[in-house]
């Protein structure tokens, strides 16, 4: 047998074996509620990428306007446009969390 058809064996049978160890639903109220602490760890990674995605952007902003002051106003218009951008994704988590956790 050639290493493909091993693989593609393998895949086969991890996809059979899902569905065998899969569980329906808890009932409310016997302590697995995972959605309150999982959109916990979501609204942490989260705000952690928009904070590091908002100051690796205003470090290249400051940088490109000390590197030329005669564009710094369409600089700061970018940036300021790209940090609303990004702390939407921070916005859109917090609702999907509401949404979610009842």
């Not at 074996?17 to 109220?29: E, I, K, L, S, Y």
């Not at 369409?74 to 609303?84: H, K, R, S, V």
């Amino acid at each position: 047998m050639n290493k493909l058809y091993k693989t593609a064996w393998g895949l086969v049978l991890m996809a059979a074996a899902t569905p065998a160890f899969a569980q329906g639903g808890a009932a409310p109220g016997t302590g697995a509620d995972w959605v309150v602490i999982t959109s916990g760890f979501a609204m942490a990674i989260a705000s952690a990428f928009c904070g590091l995605a908002q100051g690796k952007a205003t470090a290249s902003a400051v940088e490109g306007m000390a590197r030329n002051p005669g564009a710094a106003k369409a600089i700061q218009t970018a940036l300021i446009l790209g940090l609303a951008l990004i702390e939407s994704l921070a916005l859109y988590t917090l609702v999907i969390i509401f949404a979610k956790v009842k």
